[in-house]
């Protein structure tokens, strides 16, 4: 049996039944949030696959996906998107899946506060925005889910990955807080923490160095060669998955009737958090430069 077949039947005794119910994905354009829209609308679910861009809602019509759009940057996106989804659902929404995010590298001496404000406005500001504006429709019908995607880069930090590093942490700890604030409510918050995974985010992180990040007086430039070969290749970084490894983890989030409170994917994750119990703080410092290889990866 194949893995997509094996995590289809795990914890099947676990899992309740979907039926129509509706669920908000942000960031379909592709890789994981669009593997998860697919595998949902497969099982039954009524899935708002929801993209930054309007060109991309095409695509996703395309597939059989009822898309529209929603940019976490935008209060004023946020808010029209969510008051169309609450209508077409009626009401009721059983989970929002928050995959929406993008990837800044860079050095964190050449971050410039716009660069960093705008990596935690759609990481981290709007993805709570959209949230505080679901969980009334939670608590109105007595249940829900919030499954965050979160990433390896929310459990350890990695040189040069400092921007979408904090904003991951700053996600972490604000779905850790409202899972506490939420407790007796039915309303679940789980988060999923993938390491390498197939899709554009890599090459959507190349065009937010080239925009963002000055490498031609930057004290950092040697490595920032390496960068642009890195990024600007295609050669996946080792251990990477499908999208649908992914998928089947916030199936498990959204379907368990005791789902759990963070899913590692891929073996970096589940090695580093590993190490980050067990390592001191010198030695976990000595691995991640290991890992980081000087930017190489």
Do not use: W
């Not at 937010?208 to 290749?233: F, K, M, P, Q, W």
Request: hydrophobic fraction near 40%; charge should be positive.
């Amino acid at each position: 049996m194949g893995y997509a077949a094996r995590q289809i039947k795990f914890e099947r005794k676990k899992i309740v039944e979907t039926g129509q119910r509706s669920v908000l994905i942000t960031g379909c354009s592709s890789g994981i949030g669009r593997a998860a829209a697919l595998l949902l609308k497969q099982r039954g679910y009524h899935v708002f696959a929801t993209v930054r861009k309007a060109e991309d809602i095409a695509a996703l019509a395309d597939a059989g996906l009822e898309s529209l759009q929603l940019d976490l940057a935008s209060s004023d996106s946020i808010r029209t998107a969510v008051a169309e989804i609450i209508e077409k659902a009626q009401g009721r929404i059983h989970g929002l899946v928050n995959n929406g995010a993008y990837g800044q590298p860079g050095a964190v001496e050449d971050l410039t506060r716009d660069t960093l404000r705008e990596q935690f406005e759609t990481n981290v500001f709007g993805t709570q925005e959209l949230t505080n504006r679901i969980i009334p429709v939670f608590r109105a019908q007595g249940e829900g889910r919030i499954v965050q995607i979160s990433s390896l880069l929310g459990v350890v930090c990695l040189a040069y990955r400092g921007a979408y590093s904090a904003s991951k942490f700053a996600l972490e700890a604000l779905s850790d807080t409202l899972r506490l604030e939420l407790r007796g409510t039915n309303i679940h918050v789980c988060l999923v923490e993938p390491g390498p995974i197939s899709s554009r985010f890599r090459e959507n992180a190349y065009r937010a160095y080239l925009r963002n990040i000055d490498r031609a007086h930057s004290t950092h430039r040697t490595y920032y060669a390496r960068v642009e070969t890195r990024l600007g290749g295609t050669r996946p970084l080792p251990f990477t998955l499908a999208p649908d490894a992914v998928a089947h983890k916030v199936i498990h989030a959204l379907e368990a009737h005791r789902p759990k409170i963070r899913y590692p994917v891929t073996i970096p994750t589940y090695f580093l958090a590993a190490a980050r119990r067990l390592l001191t703080g010198r030695a976990l410092d000595r691995l991640a430069a290991v890992i980081s290889k000087s930017g190489q990866r």
